[in-house]
């Protein structure tokens, strides 16, 4: 988080000092000078650099995406609301999608019933 935040106080710089770069009107943490989404295949081959210079395995910048819904919804996120995160055009998509997933998941559930039954 700290580096995030380093990096948007650096962004705001950028866009004062130079002219010729533009502030995205949308949350996108990286981006192009004149605010438009960076390219795939730019971001897909950045990624790969940055990961075997880190020492770890390389997967695609989707993968981060995969993860970040599946950890979500096993933090126990509502399914509505990550539907929405993810941008999916309903809350069936993202189901079929992830949570078959994840077996926590379906621990979490049954250990929530069991509870609720208990009161």
């Known amino acids: 988080m700290k580096l995030m935040k380093r990096h948007k106080i650096n962004q705001k710089e950028v866009y004062l000092r130079y002219k010729n770069y533009k502030?995205?009107?949308e949350n996108i943490i990286f981006h192009q000078h004149d605010g438009r989404w960076l390219r795939t295949n730019v971001v897909r081959e950045y990624?790969?650099?940055v990961c075997k210079r880190s020492g770890v395995p390389v997967f695609s910048p989707h993968a981060l995406r995969h993860t970040h819904a599946v950890h979500l919804l096993e933090a126990g996120a509502n399914i509505k609301y990550v539907s929405e995160r993810l941008g999916h055009a309903s809350v069936k998509v993202t189901a079929d999608t992830y949570l078959h997933i994840t077996k926590k998941i379906e621990d979490d559930a049954l250990t929530l019933y069991e509870q609720y039954i208990e009161i």
């Open 23 to 25: 502030a995205t009107t």
């Open 47 to 49: 990624f790969k650099v």
